[in-house]
């Protein structure tokens, strides 16, 4: 029995493709920060960490697949004139240096399936900059370049690697970003989710849940030819 590796499981699109992953009757091992929602707990910003965790998912069988969705969001972000270094190296711990890490690590499982599968999550942000996001935009638009390359390492192997690039989604990660945006303008949160939501035709965000159904089918082997694609879901807006 293989398993897929979910980090940031605990909540919003991590949550999501985890249980789009066990409806479509895969084993699913979750990681994350909290322990919530059954996950498993581990620190994912360092090597040891990252280890443990891959060591906790092959308990349960060889790994098929990873969704690397564990994130820092932008939040804490600031201009290029403003972003302090340690700010700077937090994001991209978790954002880029724990993906790189996560796949490193779980390469031999990956490559010896026939039929692996990577998604990483990255974000409409790492294609169209907003001012202020300069570490989060940097890390999702890093995760893109090396989904290409990983594609094309595991093809071979018959190991596939894409990326999903999710408008917003109300998620907790999101709110906190929404409730810095409206300290900043002197909103409610309210207000700048309506904004957020104006912003796209369909008049909403994205759920967790679209996110999620896309990222099972990348997921699954009838997704065997698809590779090194971004797959936006963003109702068809910029964001």
């Not at 605990?10 to 985890?18: M, N, V, W």
């Not at 322990?35 to 040891?48: K, M, N, P, W, Y």
């Not at 369909?202 to 698809?226: H, K, T």
Request: hydrophobic share 45%; aromatic share 4%; with cysteine.
């Amino acid at each position: 029995m293989s398993v897929f590796l979910v980090t940031g499981a605990s909540t919003g699109i991590g949550l999501a493709a985890a249980r789009c992953l066990r409806a479509a009757g895969e084993t699913v091992v979750g990681i994350s920060r909290s322990g919530r929602e059954g996950t498993e707990v581990a620190d994912l910003s360092t090597e040891d960490g990252v280890r443990e965790a891959v060591a906790i998912a092959r308990q349960h069988g060889p790994i098929r697949g990873l969704v690397l969705n564990a994130a820092t969001g932008s939040a804490q972000d600031a201009s290029v004139g403003e972003l302090t270094t340690e700010g700077w190296r937090t994001t991209m711990a978790i954002n880029l240096d724990s993906p790189f890490m996560t796949m490193r690590e779980a390469w031999p499982d990956l490559i010896a399936d026939g039929a692996g599968r990577i998604v990483m999550v990255a974000s409409t942000a790492a294609t169209y900059g907003e001012a202020g996001t300069t570490a989060y935009s940097a890390s999702k638009a890093g995760l893109l370049g090396m989904m290409r390359v990983v594609a094309q390492d595991g093809a071979p192997h018959g190991l596939t690697c894409n990326a999903v690039l999710p408008g917003w989604v109300r998620t907790e990660m999101s709110e906190r970003s929404a409730a810095a945006n409206a300290a900043r303008t002197e909103r409610t949160t309210d207000e700048v989710w309506a904004e957020r939501s104006a912003a796209y035709a369909a008049g909403r965000v994205v759920d967790p849940e679209e996110v999620g159904e896309v990222i099972a089918f990348l997921c699954s082997r009838a997704a065997s030819g698809v590779s090194g694609e971004e797959i936006r879901v963003a109702l068809g807006g910029v964001w």
